[in-house]
């Protein structure tokens, strides 16, 4: 299996496995709903933004 098709792999069930969560935990949803936004204090990294931040350190190390 290539890199792309393993990455593309990874994401997929990355995908799946957050679906799941969301059903089984509304509070593990993405979005937050308008009255929840801006509650946090100080910075929030979403879950999104981790993966995000994963696939760019996956992406340097496998050029390098």
């Not at 709903?33 to 996956?58: C, F, H, I, T």
């Amino acid at each position: 299996m290539d890199d792309e098709t393993f990455k593309i792999e990874v994401l997929s069930r990355l995908d799946q496995i957050i679906e799941l969560l969301q059903s089984a935990l509304p509070e593990a949803s993405l979005e937050e709903p308008e009255a929840e936004q801006g509650k946090a204090e100080g910075p929030v990294y979403s879950l999104n933004d981790e993966m995000q931040d994963a696939m760019q350190r996956w992406q340097q190390e496998s050029s390098n």
